[in-house]
């Protein structure tokens, strides 16, 4: 069973999984002052099923891939350096030969 903290946001019937790099302190600090925002803890079978798990679906990657060519796909994540207790940001980019990130900065 793996539990995970999940943010309900009762106004707009949402709900939010706390990531694991998150401060509860920081997603309560931004919450207005008179809200019926409320923090629980529920079971959730597939939190890490993507790292236990890796592959996509053949029909995901069909649709977005052709038969010649491979999808670069870039942005900005999260990243926690080895020996280093602090999260940055840092742009990378996934492409035919992996995981590719942007050293400078």
């Known amino acids: ?3 995970c903290l999940v943010e309900v946001i009762e106004e707009l019937h949402v709900e939010r999984r706390l990531e694991d790099h998150e401060l509860v302190l920081d997603v309560r600090g931004n919450w207005p002052a008179e809200c ?3 923090l ?5 079978q597939t ?3 993507l790292w236990e ?3 996509l679906p053949h029909a995901v990657l069909d649709a977005i891939c052709d038969d010649n060519e491979v999808p670069v796909i870039e942005g900005v994540l999260q990243e926690k350096p080895p ?3 602090s999260w940055r940001k840092r742009f990378f980019q996934l492409e035919h030969l992996g995981l590719l990130a ?4």
């Open 102 to 105: 942007n050293c400078s900065g």
């Open 1 to 3: 069973m793996t539990l």
């Open 36 to 38: 019926t925002n409320k």
């Open 40 to 44: 629980v803890f529920k079971n959730s």
């Open 83 to 85: 020996l280093k207790k």
């Open 47 to 49: 939190k890490y099923a």
């Open 53 to 55: 798990r890796p592959q």
